[in-house]
């Protein structure tokens, strides 16, 4: 070996085209390996979201149902997809078909998705489907039925379930509570 006089040895001083190269290549699979945890952390957290909003939201509509009178609530569902009594045998006949949506409307109209809260208060007698807009979080689609199990028992379950524009359908909840005339 040739020493020069800066202290290099001659052919060592430096990388080569080829390192160079080859570490540029592990910084990028390090990238993408970061980059798609990123991706999976926003979907999870998007997600999280929608559970929690359908959540919240399904239980307001449980608690204003409980909070109505007793003699107030009439036992039916959306759009005659439940019976109104448990004595018909299966009282829940599809479940998945009471969350198609109704946009026709103008928001106010209860009895169909097209009631939009806050524009009307939804959760009134005879109506059984309304839309609440979370912002930045989905459009929930909300569901009830009230069956009369005889005895002056209800039987009172609440559906919602986040739409989204890019996904559609993405998660749901469902709440149930029994309601007595005492």
């Not at 290099?8 to 990388?15: I, K, L, R, W």
């Not at 208060?121 to 489907?129: A, D, E, F, I, P």
């Amino acid at each position: 070996m040739e020493h020069t006089g800066d202290g290099a040895v001659n052919g060592e001083s430096g990388f080569s085209l080829v390192e160079a190269i080859i570490a540029v290549l592990v910084f990028i699979f390090g990238i993408a390996a970061v980059s798609n945890l990123f991706l999976v952390a926003i979907t999870a957290n998007s997600a999280a979201n929608h559970q929690a909003a359908t959540t919240a939201v399904a239980a307001e509509v449980l608690d204003r149902l409980r909070a109505e009178p007793f003699a107030k609530l009439t036992p039916g569902g959306p759009n005659g997809l439940f019976s109104s009594t448990a004595a018909s045998g299966t009282y829940l006949k599809d479940r998945r078909a009471a969350l198609i949506p109704d946009t026709s409307g103008s928001g106010t109209t209860p009895g169909s998705d097209s009631c939009v809260e806050p524009i009307a208060n939804c959760v009134t007698q005879g109506n059984y489907r309304m839309r609440r807009l979370v912002p930045g979080v989905a459009d929930i689609h909300v569901n009830w039925m009230i069956v009369d199990t005889g005895n002056g028992l209800l039987f009172i379950t609440v559906r919602a379930q986040a739409m989204t524009a890019v996904v559609g359908e993405r998660s749901y909840a469902e709440v149930t509570t029994f309601r007595s005339a005492s």
